[in-house]
């Protein structure tokens, strides 16, 4: 059975930083691709960071893009998000999610897993 267990939210003042965590069970990690995706109330689920299986390919939404970074231990079958210079715009549940397929790296349809989410809440 997968599980993809996230972890590190929290709430921040605007310009803090978090470090999210994603663990994966029950699969094998190193085939998969993975993404971090988030959903603000009332808004559709976007990416915001996906990191290929070899870390050869690594795409960010372009709002976070010099803000966050996505990385991954293999050896730990986890995936992490840090996030830094927060902005109340961010403030939303986020996801960790595994790919298998080849897709483009913020299509929600191709992703096989999901885990439960961990909100973050940034204020101004």
């Known amino acids: 059975q997968v599980q993809l267990v996230e972890s590190g939210g929290g709430s921040v003042q605007a310009g803090g930083s978090l470090r999210l965590s994603c663990s994966a069970t029950?699969?094998?990690?190193?085939?998969?691709?993975m993404a971090w995706f988030r959903q603000a109330p009332g808004k559709e689920r976007e990416g915001v960071s996906c990191i290929s299986w070899s870390e050869g390919n690594i795409y960010y939404l372009d709002s976070v893009v010099g803000r966050f970074t996505i990385s991954r231990d293999n050896a730990k079958n986890t995936l992490y998000l840090q996030m830094n210079s927060l902005k109340p715009e961010d403030t939303a549940m986020y996801y960790c999610?595994?790919?298998?397929?080849?897709?483009?790296?913020?299509?929600?349809?191709?992703?096989?897993?999901w885990g439960q989410g961990t909100q973050v809440t940034v204020s101004s």
């Open positions: 999610a595994a790919r298998r397929r080849y897709a483009t790296w913020n299509d929600v349809s191709a992703f096989d897993f």
């Open positions: 029950g699969l094998n990690f190193d085939y998969y691709a």
